[in-house]
């Protein structure tokens, strides 16, 4: 696709449960990462993978925070016994190099409330 | 612990103006800085970025000022315009081979009046 492309927009979880956020990144990019972004507080790194693993490498706040890779252009952030201050802007973004510092495009962000 | 600290959190601009804002980072290791742009529902856009062995870098209205010693950069936009008008995040990254995370300042909301 020419993007990366999140979904959903929005989603609404009550406290306790799990959710899931999928991420399409750009064919051909090798890295991609989960960010979460809070208003004032700028954004932080939940994980990242690269290449095909589909595991992918914890971030802060581990533990409850993981993501699979299914595809070598999708990924799915999982989130478990969502609490209330996970309420944010979660951001993908991938990257055509496996290190370095260019390329990076981001997704327009899922934006979970946790009730 | 936030290793990049930025200023104003909000700015309010006459068209016309310039615009100025100032990021600080502690880790020495640090070496490429963007500035990304944000629209309301949209993810950050890469603006510009500069690396710490230039002291300046412009593109455009948009122009990156680096101190290392102080280790402090700022973004300066002239000739602001309403479209400018966005959410602006500084950031800084290693270069290494595990995968280069971005650390991001908190963020400012900019607003350029007509």
């Known amino acids: 696709g020419a993007g990366v492309s999140q979904s959903p927009r929005y989603k609404v979880a009550k406290r306790g449960r799990d959710v899931a956020l999928r991420c399409d990144s750009i064919?051909?990019?090798?890295?991609l990462y989960w960010y979460r972004q809070t208003l004032g507080q700028g954004s932080e790194v939940l994980t990242y993978?690269?290449?095909?693993?589909?595991?992918?490498k914890s971030g802060r706040p581990s533990g409850r925070f993981s993501a699979e890779r299914p595809e070598r252009s999708v990924s799915t952030l999982k989130i478990q016994r969502t609490e209330q201050g996970d309420s944010a802007v979660y951001l993908c973004?991938?990257?055509?190099?496996?290190?370095?510092?260019?390329?990076?495009?981001f997704g327009s962000g899922t934006r979970l409330t946790v009730v | 612990q936030q290793q990049v600290k930025q200023s104003p959190q909000s700015l309010i601009v006459q068209k016309g103006g310039i615009s100025i804002i100032n990021c600080a980072y502690e880790?020495?290791?640090?070496?490429?800085f963007p500035w990304y742009q944000q629209f309301p529902g949209k993810g950050p856009a890469l603006l510009i970025a500069i690396r710490p062995d230039v002291s300046e870098k412009k593109e455009g209205r948009f122009t990156i000022s680096f101190n290392k010693s102080a280790k402090q950069f700022s973004l300066h936009i002239m000739d602001s315009q309403p479209g400018d008008s966005a959410t602006y995040f500084c950031?800084?990254?290693?270069?290494?081979?595990?995968?280069?995370?971005?650390?991001f300042g908190e963020g400012t909301q900019l607003t350029v009046n007509p």
């Open positions: 993978s690269q290449s095909d693993a589909q595991r992918d």
């Open positions: 950031a800084a990254s290693i270069e290494e081979t595990s995968g280069s995370r971005l650390t």
């Open positions: 880790n020495t290791a640090f070496d490429y």
């Open positions: 973004a991938s990257s055509f190099s496996d290190g370095g510092t260019g390329g990076y495009t």
């Open positions: 064919s051909g990019h090798v890295t």
